[in-house]
């Protein structure tokens, strides 16, 4: 699964940068090479402790997909970025308005004859041909068979290879508004299938779709 070999410690941040963009450098210092640029509201993961105050700079991994659709193995860009321009979700203020509404519509598992994948004929790898995100190799208990998103007054149209691969969600989670774009994040399901969702709407739409586990 994607980022398997970050450590555990890793988070999930945006950029803080009024230029609206932030270099991503092959190393941690300001002489190397730039290898990508993260833009604002734009989600990826990064390990980093507060108090490490000698540590300018910052680890992060950046999911190759806006929608991690090649989720099923390390696709990622590693790099660094400096430490003043790192937003952790967890520090942005929780949204309170009404303006964003966000639902999955869940049910039971159901195979529905769908193709199962299994790793040395006992676990589960795929179903339909997509990583099974919320379990450890068993079969899930729950599925999403819709997602319900409303930004501003507009329905936003949620389509299913965006959430035929996550199971055990819960309709628990935080949702965080930064500039004109509404960033719902969540842990689904407990132990080694325990996994991270972030949903990145703005009024035209989905932007991002980020899914992963740092376990």
């Known amino acids: 699964m994607l980022l398997t070999t970050v450590v555990a410690t890793a988070q999930v941040a945006i950029i803080q940068d009024k230029d609206g963009y932030t270099n991503v450098r092959e ?14 509201n734009e ?38 970025i400096h430490k003043s321009r790192l937003q952790p979700l967890d520090k942005l203020q929780p949204y309170q308005g009404t303006d964003f509404k966000f639902e999955y519509l869940l049910e039971p598992f159901k195979l529905n004859n769908r193709i199962v994948e299994k790793h040395e004929g006992k676990w589960v790898k795929t179903i339909a041909g ?5 379990t450890d190799g068993n079969f899930p208990r729950t599925q999403v068979k819709g997602v319900n998103a409303i930004v501003e007054g507009k329905k936003v149209e949620i389509n299913t290879p965006l959430y035929s691969d996550i199971y055990e969600c819960t309709n628990t989670f935080k949702v965080y508004k ?3 774009s509404y960033i719902v994040y969540q842990w689904n399901s407990d132990g080694a299938g325990a996994y991270q969702v972030v949903w990145i709407f703005t009024k035209g739409g989905l932007k991002q779709r980020l899914v992963g586990s740092m376990i």
Do not use: C, M
């Open 178 to 180: 930064n500039g004109d």
């Open 27 to 40: 190393k941690p210092n300001r002489q190397a090479p730039v290898i990508h640029k993260l833009h604002s």
């Open 130 to 134: 997509r990583p099974v995100w919320g």
């Open 43 to 80: 989600a990826f993961w990064f390990d980093y402790e507060e108090g490490h105050d000698t540590d300018e700079w910052v680890p992060v991994y950046i999911p190759k997909n806006s929608f991690s659709f090649s989720s099923r193995q390390p696709d990622y860009i590693e790099g660094f």
